[in-house]
């Protein structure tokens, strides 16, 4: 008898990490979308005949439409279940992915990535929900840096895989392959993730949920977590998927495949961070210091990075034109590992909600992380018009640094 239930307990388990993995993929399609623009922007603006930093701040309307899609995505989630709305997202995926390939100018793109925006606006979300539900706090805080760690490998395929694909076949081949990518997530979804009926059912009204998203949002334990996430996932997001290849090009003359060589490294970082952020934190067991230190650290790095530019404080202080490219590939791992700590949001806003708001919990960070992103993006495209590319850092590096602040102060323990 006991051996047959551990037995049916291992199947389960091994059933469980395999739907996980699943989901995950589709977290990874969507972040490889998201970073196309970082090695593609000027000649997409050429294409459309823009400049490159209007294109860039047009590519704000992704992270907007993602960002307001968490909304109704969480509801859908807590109240239908994770597979459905799953499966739902990957068909617009792949939708919105042929549209932004087949656009041939600034409105028909727009049009394809707030398609795209909304379509991986759960793909984060999903394998999330379905491990908040299905593990202890414990165990959803490994898988939690997991997830994210499979994810980021869309942006390490945005890297050099993504700029050889767009020197050799063009910027819509990107979006071609993406679509392909889509459909196989989702018939590996349809496999492997089982058809199961929203473990706490909510019958409340679609609206009244939406409204309990954005009410556990703003509710004052979760205040500080909202804050941080506005501006933690914003700085590397930012960084990585617009404003990492420009600078390196732009500013450092670096070619397309070495620029994505050095975002490949940043990506690198941005995988591994996450584990490591998971076990240092499971070790120290002090994860508001721990998230507070990494954060300021990753503000503290930007802000470097913009000063090696030409004429700017490091280049100066070292006698040199401008810091080599070596410089800012230490600064992008060293950047990529200490702003890894966003899956501690996670683990930090699961503990002070119930299993049955769960979704609509992480939708609320999730809304904060890509409601801040959108905003850095669409600011960051003005800031680099007026006053170009190392304010735009030196912004992003002060905003960071602002959130912990705020984050400090809304999260001091109880006297």
Request: aromatic share 8%; hydrophobic share 60%.
């Amino acid at each position: 008898m006991t051996t047959a239930a551990t037995k049916d307990a291992g199947d389960g388990t091994r059933a469980l990490i395999f739907a996980l993995l699943a989901l995950a993929c589709g977290h990874m399609l969507s972040t490889l979308l998201r970073t196309i623009p970082a090695v593609s922007l000027d000649l997409m603006a050429a294409d459309f005949h823009i400049e490159p930093q209007a294109l860039a701040s047009l590519t704000s309307v992704y992270p907007f439409a993602f960002a307001a899609a968490q909304i109704p995505v969480g509801a859908a989630m807590d109240r239908f279940g994770v597979r459905p709305v799953a499966l739902s997202l990957l068909a617009g995926t792949v939708i919105g992915a042929i549209a932004s390939g087949f656009a041939t100018g600034p409105a028909s793109f727009a049009v394809g990535q707030v398609l795209l925006g909304v379509a991986t606006s759960g793909m984060l979300m999903c394998p999330m929900t379905l491990a908040a539900k299905q593990l202890s706090a414990g165990r959803f805080g490994l898988w939690s840096g997991a997830i994210l760690s499979i994810g980021n490998i869309g942006m390490l395929l945005s890297s050099s895989p993504l700029a050889f694909v767009v020197d050799t076949w063009g910027w819509r081949a990107g979006f071609w392959i993406s679509a392909a990518g889509g459909i196989a997530v989702a018939l590996a979804v349809f496999a492997l993730v089982p058809h199961q009926a929203a473990e706490h059912k909510d019958d409340s009204s679609p609206l009244s949920q939406m409204i309990e998203v954005l009410r556990l949002g703003l509710s004052r334990p979760l205040r500080g977590l909202i804050a941080l996430a506005l501006v933690s996932l914003a700085s590397s997001l930012v960084l990585r998927g617009l404003w990492g290849g420009p600078w390196l090009m732009q500013v450092k003359d670096l070619s397309r495949v070495e620029a994505g060589n050095q975002l490949g490294a940043f990506t690198l970082a941005m995988i591994a961070g996450p584990l490591c952020i998971g076990m240092i934190d499971r070790r120290l067991g002090r994860r508001r210091a721990l998230v507070a230190a990494s954060h300021m650290v990753g503000a503290l790095l930007l802000a470097l990075m913009a000063l090696g530019a030409p004429h700017y404080a490091v280049s100066v202080l070292f006698g040199m034109p401008m810091m080599p490219p070596q410089y800012d590939l230490v600064l992008f791992v060293l950047i990529g590992l200490a702003t890894s700590a966003q899956p501690l949001l996670f683990g930090m806003s699961r503990q002070l909600v119930d299993a049955q708001t769960a979704g609509k919990a992480l939708a609320a960070v999730n809304l904060a992380f890509f409601l801040g992103a959108a905003l850095m993006q669409s600011v960051t495209g003005a800031v680099a018009a007026l006053a170009g590319l190392p304010a735009v850092l030196l912004f992003m590096a002060a905003m960071l640094a602002f959130g912990v602040l705020i984050f400090l102060a809304y999260t001091s323990p109880s006297p």
